[in-house]
C-alpha cells in the first residue's frame, strides 16, 4: 500500500513538479517551489525524490515517537521564513508563480 501511495502521488503530481515546479495543490494557488539560492524552478530530483517521496513518507510511520515528525517538519512553517523544515533541508521556497 505504500508503494501505491506513492505512485498514485507521483502520477498526480510527478509531471507537474518537474517540468512547472508545482504539485496539483500548488498550481491551484499559483505558487511554486524554487531554490533558495537561484529562484528558479528547483531541480527535479530534489522536489521528486527528497519533497515528493521522502518526506510524505514520513506520514506513514505510525509508531508514537517518528509519528512527530510531520507535525515537527509542519510547525516550521509558522517561523520568521514560513519555510517548513523539508523547505530547510531541500534548500527551497514556496514563493508566488510569477
Not at 512547472?20 to 495543490?25: A, E, V, Y
Amino acid at each position: 500500500s505504500v508503494l501505491l501511495a506513492e505512485a498514485s502521488y507521483l502520477l498526480v503530481n510527478g509531471w507537474l513538479l518537474c517540468a512547472r515546479g508545482q504539485s496539483l495543490g500548488k498550481a491551484i494557488v499559483g505558487i511554486m517551489i524554487v531554490s533558495q539560492h537561484t529562484g528558479q524552478k528547483a531541480p527535479w530530483w530534489n522536489l521528486l525524490f527528497v519533497r515528493a517521496l521522502f518526506f510524505p513518507m514520513l506520514y506513514l510511520v505510525f509508531l508514537f515517537w517518528p509519528g512527530l515528525l510531520p507535525l515537527i517538519d509542519q510547525a516550521f512553517v509558522f517561523g520568521k521564513k514560513r519555510r517548513c523544515f523539508h523547505d530547510w533541508v531541500c534548500k527551497t521556497d514556496v514563493v508566488m508563480k510569477e
